[in-house]
């Protein structure tokens, strides 16, 4: 039996366990990248680890997410960040030089190598053929510190694509009928192999697109093939000798598959509040809208931007819309600087807004007061722009510059001339503000700086014997990690300082909730299906853990989340039966009893509420090692005590 792409990857990079799915097993980590909103943590984590120089082949840390500075507090993280690299091996990407999945697909990645980052949208690499996967920080400081990478062996689902795209139909537009068909659990437990004819028509950038919005899925990862288009991509940008292919052999055998002809999909948007809530463009035209929004790490590409400027070029913004753009890296604006593309897209009176995240996570540009805003972002969750009656549609590039004109949603294939643009014979590559490490002689030397809104990671204890708890917040299905731990201009700074960022836990569905916590001895969190689903911020485990959360009991786990919660060393229980649910309520007494003596021997695990005198049934999936982390009190502990 033949090997898909993943598995041939894995295979290379197996350290244990056996390549069956359901099976836990490590992989080996060539590289790792951070960004600064998850950064600082991971690298106290990594100094707690007393690991003198990393061990990856390649590590980098970029600054493109608290850039906007409102205090203190991000230019201190930025300093700490750019220090600790100096020091122990990492290369530092300046803020400016772009967004983390961006500049990493141009400069840095590699087909067939693995990659984990601090940052759910890591898989944006898949579109090179690189086996990339988000994950928390403290996994990463473990990756850096030549540990491997634990997960479960997901099914691989293969996505045949067919066919090719009509003009102004866009990768963006695959990657959201993707999401209509599987939903933004359908991916969890999976990695997505993409095939077929039409990915000869699809450039790396493009495939990148998709790839870096499988996270919302719930996958794993998502990965193309590297082909000629990959030896393309990286030769102009003076990376050939980083080529290698790869592809499924012909007997490949994959869990599911899901054919999609690419000459019948039509422009498509995600409507609030949800990546899977997507709708055909046609049906949903003629909107008023007050705000675009173009960039992000799904879509600022060159050929996208060159594609918005040729779509703005000699128009003017809609009066009633704010345009704001922020190209993807440096090397992108620059090209657009160079070649005049940029002079057509500030003459048509976008706001250009630096390479950054920006917007994408509510630092700046939140929309008017119940705001309709196209944005060409991954992720429409409630309040996540930073409006919390905000209404947020996520779109492909083509769709936002023509509705921006327009002022209302507009279908592109109606109203703008088809337009290709070619991956460029040389990309525009200056390296300047990627700062290289020190060298192992220097490294001692160097001081590491820290400012006074960094504080330590929360002390964690080892499992107790019995948990007696209050049930402390009751939540629904689909809970995301913005809901946990939102993010935004006034609480991003804060996420190196987890007693401050804790006051804003869950404050989106429960303003009390941090405050009720607190006064509790301990507490318990109960909620639906695919909780803690987007972002890979540790902060909403951490939060919960700095509020004393002992565990948290759901229908169902997304898997970034859940390795987050046990390496905090917090519970992940699951009802074994959906309707128990039921059967908790806010403020009820919870006990269970003699679980580090349940977990230690993976028995089922008897929730009592003492307040109905109902039991409940939950249980607690745990592999050897992610049982020793919890019965350790964390991963960061685990690792300490074991030497790793
Ligand atoms: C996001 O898109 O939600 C983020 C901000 O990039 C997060 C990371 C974070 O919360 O810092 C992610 O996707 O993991
Ligand atoms: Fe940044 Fe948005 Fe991408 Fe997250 S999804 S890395 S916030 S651009």
Request: glycine share 10%; charged share 20%.
């Amino acid at each position: 039996m033949g090997y898909t792409i993943a598995q041939k990857i894995i295979k290379n990079h197996l350290v244990s366990g056996e390549m069956k799915v359901g099976n836990d097993i490590g992989i080996r980590i060539d590289q790792t990248l951070t960004q600064d909103a998850t950064g600082t943590m991971a690298y106290l984590e990594f100094e707690a680890m007393g690991i003198k120089r990393v061990k990856t082949e390649k590590s980098v840390a970029y600054i493109d997410h608290n850039t906007l500075q409102t205090g203190f507090e991000n230019a201190d993280d930025h300093r700490f960040i750019q220090s600790v690299c100096k020091k122990h091996g990492i290369y530092f990407s300046r803020p400016g030089n772009g967004i983390c999945h961006q500049v990493h697909l141009e400069r840095f990645g590699i087909p067939t190598k693995t990659l984990i980052g601090s940052d759910s949208h890591t898989p944006t690499a898949g579109g090179l053929g690189m086996l990339a996967m988000g994950a928390g920080g403290l996994d990463v400081a473990v990756a850096m510190g030549g540990g491997a990478y634990f997960i479960t062996m997901p099914k691989i689902v293969n996505i045949e694509l067919t066919g090719k795209l009509n003009d102004n139909v866009s990768a963006k537009d695959i990657i959201l009928e993707v999401l209509r068909i599987m939903s933004v659990k359908g991916g969890v437990g999976k990695i997505i192999e993409y095939s077929g004819d039409a990915i000869k028509t699809l450039s790396v950038p493009q495939r990148a697109t998709i790839t870096n919005m499988g996270a919302e899925l719930g996958a794993t990862t998502s990965i193309f093939p590297s082909d000629e288009n990959t030896r393309e991509f990286l030769k102009a940008q003076g990376r050939e000798q980083d080529f290698m292919p790869i592809s499924p052999d012909d007997d490949a055998v994959y869990d599911e598959h899901i054919k999609i002809d690419l000459s019948t999909l039509t422009p498509l948007a995600a409507c609030p509040h949800s990546p899977d809530n997507v709708k055909k463009i046609s049906d949903l035209e003629g909107m008023k809208i007050n705000q675009v929004s173009i960039g992000s790490c799904t879509n600022s590409s060159y050929a996208d931007m060159m594609k918005v400027a040729h779509i703005l070029k000699g128009k003017t913004v809609h009066p009633d819309v704010s345009l704001s753009i922020a190209p993807g890296s440096k090397q992108v604006l620059n090209m657009l600087a160079q070649n005049g593309a940029l002079s057509d897209i500030i003459d048509a009176g976008a706001r250009i807004l630096e390479s950054a995240c920006g917007p994408c996570i509510g630092m700046g540009q939140a929309p008017n007061s119940k705001g309709v805003s196209l944005r060409t972002f991954n992720r429409n969750f409630l309040g996540r722009s930073g409006t919390k009656d905000g209404e947020i549609y996520l779109v492909s590039p083509e769709t936002a510059a023509v509705s921006a004109i327009c002022g209302v949603l507009t279908d592109p294939t109606k109203h703008a001339d088809g337009y290709e643009v070619k991956i460029p014979e040389h990309f525009l590559i200056n390296d300047n503000m990627v700062i290289e490490p020190a060298s192992v002689e220097e490294m001692d030397s160097i001081n590491v700086l820290r400012g006074p809104n960094i504080k330590e990671f929360p002390e964690t204890a080892p499992l107790q014997s019995d948990i007696k708890s209050t049930c402390s917040l009751k939540v629904g299905d689909n809970i995301t990690t913005d809901h946990i731990m939102p993010a935004g201009a006034k609480i991003l700074p804060l996420r190196s300082n987890i007693p401050a960022i804790s006051e804003y836990c869950f404050t989106v569905c429960d303003s009390s909730f941090p405050s009720r916590a607190k006064s509790l001895e301990s507490n318990i969190i109960v909620g639906g299906s695919n909780y803690g689903q987007g972002s890979s911020r540790e902060h909403a485990a951490l939060a919960p853990l700095y509020l004393k959360v002992k565990a948290v009991i759901v229908k169902s786990f997304a898997r970034i989340h859940r390795a987050n919660l046990i390496n905090a060393g917090i519970l992940p229980l699951e009802f074994v039966d959906e309707n128990d649910y039921n059967n908790i309520n806010l403020g009820d007494e919870l006990d269970i009893l003699n679980v580090r003596d349940k977990i230690k021997n993976g028995k089922e695990i008897t929730v009592i509420n003492k307040t109905t005198g109902k039991e409940i049934k939950t249980k607690c999936e745990l592999t050897q090692r992610s049982r020793d982390i919890i019965l350790a009190g964390g991963l960061l502990k685990y690792t300490m005590e074991k030497g790793e």
